[in-house]
T-cell receptor
Framework: NAGVMQNPRHLVRRRGQEARLRCSPM?????VYWYRQLPEEGLKFMVY????????ESGMPKERFSAEFPKEGPSILRIQQVVRGDSAAYFCASSPGTGGSNEQFFGPGTRLTVL | AQSVAQPEDQVNVAEGNPLTVKCTYS??????LFWYVQYPNRGLQFLLKYITGDNLVKGSYGFEAEFNKSQTSFHLKKPSALVSDSALYFC??????????????FGTGTLLAVQP
């Protein structure tokens, strides 16, 4: 049973370019979460999605960031016009249901470097 | 607002000695508490969780954690540390109990260094 898959593992972009980060949840999981880890900091929640729905985007920056989890295919975190401050590790997690007791399973992360 | 505090940036312990990594929390209602471990350049691995029931929770790799409601703490423990336990440890609490979100609120992490 494959775990949470994220790609690419490393992504380098120049300022002003777009970054697309992909996440495939564990088999049977319909809930996806995105977190960002800045250097020397803990993880900060960004967005929580179910298939075709954004449930909570309270942690998403108001501009340039968007996320989707389509009916088919992986979840996508999209960052437009990247800036150096976007350099971070972006982690995706998935869980099987809405129960708060369900642990979230994390992917290996995508490390974004903005030059 | 919900929050988690890990008061120690780093914990140093000799191999074979017991270890404790501290965590305190602030939530409304009953907390769901989690511990995760992160090895360099890797994602987070789930260690254990407290939902309800026994205050002492046992998890992976010989780790356990004690839930203390009066002190609002959830300290991670292991009776005998291994060098391979050296990693970054995160405590987390599930936020927003009244709503639909399941987002986790993480502490800032504690680096555990086990010396041979």
């Amino acid at each position: 049973n494959a775990g949470v898959m994220q790609n690419p593992r490393h992504l380098v972009r120049r300022r002003g370019q777009e970054a697309r980060l992909r996440c495939s949840p564990m088999k049977g999981h319909s809930h996806v979460y995105w977190y960002r880890q800045l250097p020397e900091e803990g993880l900060k929640f960004m967005v929580y999605l179910q298939k075709e729905n954004i449930i909570d985007e309270s942690g998403m920056p108001k501009e340039r960031f968007s996320a989707e989890f389509p009916k088919e295919g992986p979840s996508i975190l999209r960052i437009q016009q990247v800036v150096r401050g976007d350099s971070a590790a972006y982690f995706c997690a998935s869980s099987p249901g809405t129960g708060g007791s369900n642990e979230q399973f994390f992917g290996p992360g995508t490390r974004l470097t903005v030059l | 607002a919900q929050s988690v505090a890990q008061p120690e940036d780093q914990v140093n312990v000799a191999e074979g000695n017991p270890l404790t990594v501290k965590c305190t929390y602030s939530v409304s209602g009953n907390p769901y508490l989690f511990w995760y471990v992160q090895y360099p350049n890797r994602g987070l691995q789930f260690l254990l969780k407290y939902i309800t029931g026994d205050n002492l929770v046992k998890g992976s790799y010989g780790f356990e954690a004690e839930f203390n409601k009066s002190q609002t703490s959830f300290h991670l423990k292991k009776p005998s540390a291994l060098v391979s336990d050296s990693a970054l440890y995160f405590c987390a609490v599930r936020g927003n109990y009244g709503g639909a979100t399941n987002k986790l609120i993480f502490g800032t992490g504690t680096l555990l260094a086990v010396q041979p």
